[in-house]
């Protein structure tokens, strides 16, 4: 089992340390695990959401150590991930944290529409401020962008604008089949997150139909629990692979060095 989407507790909105993490996955049967803690974000922008500046050189030195200590103890495989969030005109303050060290895997997300964070539940009233028609056409386009800008390997839970359950009435391929296009052109993978399960729209990001858009535009794809606590790490990630499989895909990609590899279902 790969679970390529895991947080801590520094990301200020999970629980649990490293040490912790890594037993879990031990005894739920994970054999590679990249924990993926959300990259600082620009001044300005609330505390909660991401890690602040001062804590990433010690999550990098944590997950490193971690990941020393587990090929010694013969835990599961450890990568240094980083979960970037897409925020228009600070490019380059993400490239640069991104240079600044090792990450084997980068997943890009968007949870911002300018500065509303929509998957935040306590901010779900401003769902009534957009007709679905108009929220899907704004994420998936900032979604595309993010895709399209190079800094990411992986886009995570993709049709996240979904989690309350807010969906167009039609023209879901439209969208579905212009964001597997975006993704093949820029050349990232697709992540299959098993954590929609979890939320109210009780479905896994992303749908079959997105998913199978990838398939067909050959886009590769990863899984994440995209765990907030230990006990949910590789969390019904049985469920994505079945996802994956009724898709059409028999493999999925591990990030090493930023390099992928591909290893089967």
Do not use: Q
């Not at 150590?65 to 587990?70: P, Q, S, Y």
């Not at 820029?186 to 990001?205: D, F, Q, T």
Request: with cysteine; glycine share 8%.
């Amino acid at each position: 089992m790969i679970d390529l989407h895991v947080h801590t507790s520094r990301c200020g909105h999970a629980e649990g340390a490293v040490a912790e993490y890594a037993a879990a996955a031990a005894a739920a049967g994970v054999r590679t695990m990249a924990f993926c803690d959300h990259l600082p974000l620009p001044a300005g922008y609330p505390s909660g959401y991401a890690m602040a500046w001062r804590e990433l050189p010690d999550y990098v030195s944590e997950v490193r150590a971690l990941a020393a200590e587990c090929v010694t103890s013969g835990g599961p495989e450890v990568l240094l991930g980083v979960e970037a969030d897409w925020i228009p005109r600070h490019e380059g303050m993400v490239a640069e944290a991104l240079d600044a060290y090792p990450f084997d895997i980068v997943l890009g997300s968007v949870h911002f529409i300018d500065d509303w964070a929509f998957d935040d539940p306590d901010l779900r009233a401003r769902y009534a401020e957009w007709t679905p028609d108009r929220l899907w056409k704004r994420y998936f386009d900032d979604l595309s962008r993010a895709c399209a800008s190079g800094l990411f390997d992986v886009m995570a839970h993709p049709d996240l604008v979904k989690k309350f359950g807010d969906r167009p009435a039609h023209g879901l391929r439209v969208w579905y089949e212009a964001t597997a296009d975006a993704f093949a052109s820029a050349g990232v993978a697709v992540e299959v997150n098993s954590a929609g399960l979890r939320k109210p729209c009780a479905e896994i990001y992303p749908a079959l139909g997105l998913l199978r858009a990838c398939r067909a535009a050959g886009v590769p794809a990863t899984t994440g629990s995209d765990a907030h606590t230990p006990a949910d790490v590789g969390r019904d990630l049985s469920a994505a692979r079945h996802l994956l499989r009724e898709a059409g895909y028999d493999s999925i990609m591990v990030f090493r060095g930023r390099v992928a590899e591909e290893v089967g279902l």
